[in-house]
């Protein structure tokens, strides 16, 4: 089996280990501020930039972890790990108004939906 080498597989923006971790928490730091802004325009586009990063970070080997990198790939956890539950409230938040909704307009007989 061939193997490739990071620097021939990773995009050459992310052709370093740490660069790319550096950019994924950079990324995932301005998905918080976007979050938090509910600016889903920009959430979409973080959503893309963070797939080519876990692409370029594909091609790197774990054994390619030293103590600074392996730090940097912690704190990225950390970072997506809070976001991701952020993004989790923000849909049970929605879902519970939603269902909210819908048992105003069944007590309301909006939401009947009776045979005629």
């Known amino acids: 089996m ?7 597989a990773a995009p050459a ?7 790319c971790l550096r950019q994924l928490i950079a ?7 976007a979050l938090a802004a509910l600016d889903a325009d920009d959430l979409f586009l973080i959503a893309r930039e963070k797939e080519e990063l876990c692409e370029a970070l594909g091609a790197f080997e774990s054994k390619a972890l030293d103590g600074p990198t392996l730090a940097l790939a912690e704190t990225a956890r950390q970072l997506n790990e ?26 309301s007989g909006l939401g009947h939906t009776g045979h005629v």
């Open 27 to 33: 990324v995932t730091e301005r998905e918080r501020q």
């Open 82 to 107: 809070v976001n991701r539950r952020v993004r989790n409230l923000l849909a049970a938040n929605v879902a519970a108004r939603i269902a909210a909704l819908g048992g105003e307009a069944r007590r």
């Open 13 to 19: 923006e992310y052709s370093n280990l740490k660069e």
């Open 2 to 8: 061939n193997s490739v080498s990071p620097e021939a």
